[in-house]
């Protein structure tokens, strides 16, 4: 466990990145009054008050690390964060994961209707990329194409979209701890991962190192949500506890059982630590290892 003023320093970084995204998105989304307005307000209520918002923590982590101005991390975050509530829309939707609850309120499909919430997507997807390209990274044009093309693989179909496909195929199977690894270093760690890279994008090159962490602290995510999915509550989750086992999915929880996958998060984290040495100890580093101890230690 951190020290107790070490949680204190974390929780109040957090909160104030947190807080700036709240605002960030607040100004990039269209207006709720803006024609055409219903689409308008269920996007807003779609990226809105809700979630951990653990990408735009990653983003402005890595952004710190590497001296990133403050402005282009803004639009890095918001950009990988629009990406992630789109994919959260369209995964609850019936044709999917038919889920009824999401961030702690009525999914997208079920408080306005389903074809709402397919533009919701759709229209997020495109607007993440929208700000990539009407913002200028870190001043050269080749930086800014190597963020877009970044973002593009991550949510494509060597990425998210693809590793939600393998989760759809594999529902009902038994798939070993190798497969299950193929399947969400696309689905959940790709995006995670290019939350990273923007982050450093944003004033240079990433260092090789960097995108090691992010693997790391990628796929420990995953794990981690699939023993919350066993043990938490949904109202501590705000989203439907226990769906996965209910729907057949393979996840590392019925792959290894809980202990071991336990295990298997907190090896990851030392990785991601590990990872991390190469760049530097003390402030350089910190918010990165903190993000990847909260990560793993998160009981939500």
């Not at 209520?45 to 282009?72: Q, S």
Request: aromatic share 4%.
């Amino acid at each position: 466990m951190l020290p107790i003023e070490t949680e204190a320093d974390f929780a109040a970084w957090m909160g104030s990145i947190q807080a700036r995204m709240e605002g960030a998105l607040a100004r990039h989304l269209p207006g709720a009054q803006q024609a055409p307005a219903r689409l308008h307000q269920a996007m807003r209520y779609a990226a809105l008050e809700g979630g951990k918002r653990v990408r735009p923590l990653l983003t402005f982590a890595a952004g710190e690390l590497v001296g990133a101005d403050p402005a282009r991390l803004d639009v890095a975050a918001c950009a990988v964060e629009m990406v992630h509530s789109y994919s959260l829309v369209h995964d609850d939707m019936p044709c999917i994961d038919d889920d009824i609850l999401r961030r702690g309120k009525r999914t997208v499909h079920v408080e306005y209707d389903e074809a709402t919430a397919l533009l919701v997507g759709d229209a997020l997807q495109t607007l993440a990329f929208q700000l990539l390209a009407e913002h200028t990274a870190a001043g050269d044009a080749a930086t800014q194409l190597d963020m877009l093309r970044t973002l593009a693989v991550a949510a494509g179909s060597r990425g998210m979209a693809g590793g939600q496909a393998i989760d759809l195929e594999s529902t009902g199977k038994t798939l070993s701890q190798t497969e299950l690894e193929f399947m969400h270093v696309r689905k959940t760690g790709a995006l995670i991962s290019a939350a990273v890279k923007l982050g450093a994008l944003c004033a240079g090159p990433c260092p090789a190192a960097l995108e090691q962490y992010a693997n790391r602290v990628g796929l420990a995510f995953q794990v981690v949500d699939d023993v919350l999915d066993t043990e938490a509550s949904t109202a501590t989750l705000g989203k439907t506890a226990g769906k996965d086992s209910k729907q057949g999915k393979p996840t590392y929880v019925s792959a290894m059982g809980v202990a071991r996958a336990r295990q298997f998060a907190e090896e990851l984290r030392l990785g991601a630590h590990a990872a991390l040495d190469t760049l530097g100890s003390g402030a350089r580093t910190r918010r990165l290892r903190q993000v990847a101890d909260f990560v793993v230690l998160r009981k939500f």
